[in-house]
């Protein structure tokens, strides 16, 4: 039968419209820019109050008795329990603004009126009760404000002749603004994507941007001399150098990568071909597993995974629709959704299925483009779900491997990425940015070097790397999986002489010249970054903006400096008597730690990107370790779903690795070989031997 899969359909507001705005202050309008203040508590943010930020209890949260948290709490990388927080405060406020209102009788205490009291509070107009969150009113807008409706803008009030017990200012007053800019508002937009089959609703996925409307009035005046002005330029000044600490983003670019299949209208419908008895899988398939995979493409273009490889594929690709329903039906005995015979089956037949069209399309010489695409799929998808002792035989990872190289090669997809055809700025922005990267090459690369590592050998295309360290050229990696290029060749470089060490092809002094050098081409990377390695620990560098909206491409610099930071750890360890206990690998995992909190964590979060960097450092890490601690909060907030995929093997291999570092020598096992001991009578087992030991041969990344 045909199941048929509607195209989403983003869902957006209408726009807003003011008609009482003229078009000359609708294009002063939006010609402004709007500074807003990044410092205050996380209860006003959520609210999106103006907060005086005063310490360690604001004035808002102290009066609706509620807590003020300037860090940035669990909750606020949850959208589920955010929400849940904000009806909390809501509640409150309802309950605050249904009090009963004061009396209306002047206390003993109070002085009468005099020509001494200020115009503004004598001139008052009769109160209400129900224009503020934070307090009852106790007064209205004065009549000599453009807010009050008696006042006439034509002719504003001398308030400084009529009282002649004030003085005049020494400052000239900003002359009366428009009113549009006394009422700073933000708008929510709401995309939502909801796919059928069948007519049938399956997947939806929504995603919340906030937009300030928000602008400044314009500055006809200078700023007041007196002091009442100094928390105004603190404001402005923090506002500003924080601006230069951290810039506004620059546009993703959304045409970065060249996908295997056509870009599909709108209004296409995709028709795929599968039976009855799979469609559950399908459809668990869509709404449960197709988010794992790339989650950082799809934090850069959000859809793009879905839209562009995983649809198309899933429609003209035999191969890949088989390993799609394979990795399926392994989630859902994974998440104990089902569980026996029928559900092991599942598994085993679609994957025999996927093995057996690739075998005939290989064989045929025919189809080099597709068979690549669900080869890497196979790869990909099993280091995405399934659990470490699933128990049903598989084929290994670099056995399929082996079969991408010789496509790759037969579609020239190293030419297409050549640096003479790629240049670069000194900078690494590629100046040719027609020339698109093809994406399954991308992704073969990601494979190969962190593949590498997983087997001691030297990657395939690591001639490849080198020159485009040499280039500066792009290959794609960071927009695809969020680690900068140039780390991830350096990366090539250490398994290179990882390799040749273990080979004995070099010797102690060589290494040690060897090893300086990547240090430095890795510092040399470093500097893309502004060092947060080094100041993450003193100042936050958030993936978040000011509206809670996820900054991509902050994120990959985040995801960048825990990648060098495991490289230089990994690097470090190739060191003769090596000791994972001496004070430069203790900072340099102390600093990974720093800048790992930067990282949103859960469900929603991109911890399952980080396997690799998290292996290495966790290898490394003692008893005495933050990094330890740290990492179990962040599996704890994942879940169920830290048991899953390279991200629940990591964590067995490292519980494996602290169970046998931690002891003391005398209690030494012997079934991972040989060991080193290092001064403080530890051994230092390294996590591949550990791997080897259990058994293991997966792909962690």
Request: hydrophobic share 35%.
């Amino acid at each position: 039968m045909s199941t048929q899969v509607l195209r989403p359909t983003p869902k957006l507001p209408s726009a807003w419209s003011d008609a009482s705005l003229s078009p000359k202050a609708k294009a002063s309008d939006a010609n402004k820019q709007h500074r807003r203040s990044r410092s205050g508590c996380f209860t006003c943010r959520l609210r999106r109050k103006k907060c005086d930020e005063g310490k360690p209890v604001c004035k808002a949260c102290k009066h609706l008795n509620v807590e003020c948290e300037y860090k940035r709490p669990k909750w606020w990388s949850h959208p589920e329990q955010r929400r849940h927080h904000k009806d909390i405060v809501k509640n409150i406020i309802k309950a605050t603004k249904e009090k009963p209102a004061p009396s209306s009788k002047v206390p003993e205490n109070v002085q009468p009126l005099s020509a001494n009291t200020p115009p503004s509070l004598c001139h008052s107009l009769p109160t209400t009760d129900n224009h503020s969150e934070f307090m009852s009113a106790t007064r209205a807008a004065s009549v000599d404000s453009h807010f009050s409706p008696q006042f006439e803008i034509g002719t504003p009030q001398d308030i400084f002749n009529s009282t002649p017990m004030m003085a005049p200012p020494a400052w000239t007053p900003m002359q009366q603004q428009p009113s549009y800019f006394s009422s700073p508002y933000e708008v929510d937009v709401k995309t939502e994507r909801q796919w059928f089959i069948n007519d049938m609703p399956t997947y939806k996925d929504s995603v919340m941007s906030t937009f300030s409307a928000y602008q400044h009035p314009p500055m006809t005046g200078p700023l007041p001399t007196t002091h009442v002005d100094n928390w105004v330029r603190q404001d402005y000044f923090e506002d500003t150098r924080r601006d230069e600490v951290f810039p506004t983003e620059e546009p993703l670019d959304f045409h970065f990568f060249d996908f295997p299949h056509e870009p599909l209208s709108p209004t296409h419908q995709t028709v795929i071909n599968v039976e009855d008895c799979d469609r559950y899988l399908l459809d668990h398939f869509l709404a449960n597993v197709s988010h794992l995979v790339f989650p950082i493409l799809d934090a850069n273009q959000h859809g793009s995974p879905l839209n562009d490889i995983i649809l198309p594929a899933l429609e003209s690709n035999k191969c890949y629709l088989h390993c799609c329903l394979s990795t399926a039906a392994l989630h859902l005995k994974a998440t104990g959704q089902m569980d026996g015979e029928q559900i092991d089956n599942d598994v085993m037949r679609h994957r025999a299925a996927t093995i057996t069209e690739l075998c005939e399309a290989f064989t045929q010489d025919t189809d080099h483009a597709q068979i690549l695409e669900a080869t890497l799929g196979m790869i990909l998808f099993q280091s995405s779900v399934g659990t470490p002792d699933d128990g049903l035989p598989d084929i290994a990872w670099h056995e399929h491997f082996k079969a991408c190289i010789q496509l790759i090669e037969k579609l020239d997809l190293l030419k297409q990425q050549s640096p003479a055809e790629d240049p670069s700025d000194d900078h690494g922005a590629r100046t040719n940015p027609s020339r698109h990267v093809p994406i399954n090459m991308t992704l073969a690369s990601w494979i190969d070097i962190l593949g590498a590592t997983m087997l001691g050998n030297v990657p395939q295309f690591a001639g490849s790397y080198r020159e485009k360290i040499e280039a500066n050229a792009s290959s794609g990696l960071v927009e695809l999986m969020g680690c900068d290029d140039r780390v991830m060749y350096l990366i090539s470089e250490i398994a290179c002489l990882e390799s040749l060490k273990n080979n004995g092809a070099v010797d102690d002094l060589a290494l040690c010249n060897h090893i300086t050098s990547l240090g430095e081409q890795l510092s040399i990377s470093e500097a893309a970054t502004a060092g947060l390695e080094d100041f993450a620990h003193e100042q936050e560098v958030p993936v978040w903006g000011p509206t809670s909206a996820l900054r991509p491409k902050q994120l990959s610099k985040n995801i960048s400096a825990i990648f060098r930071l495991a490289a230089r750890i990994h690097l470090c360890s190739l060191v003769p008597d090596f000791d994972h206990s001496s004070p430069a690998i203790v900072a340099l995992l102390d600093n990974l730690t720093n800048v790992l909190r930067l990282i949103p964590a859960g469900i929603d979060g991109h911890d399952r990107s980080l396997v690799w960097p998290l292996l290495v450092a966790g290898a490394v890490s003692t008893q005495e370790s933050a990094f330890r601690s740290v990492l179990a909060e962040r599996a704890e907030a994942l879940g169920a779903a830290s048991t899953m995929g390279s991200f629940g093997k990591m964590q067995d291999i490292l519980a494996e690795v602290w169970l046998n570092n931690d002891m003391k020598v005398d209690l030494k096992q012997e079934e991972y070989g040989e060991t080193t001991v290092i001064g403080n009578g530890r051994q230092n087992i390294h996590w591949r031997d550990v791997m080897r030991g259990k058994g293991l041969d997966c792909l962690l990344i």
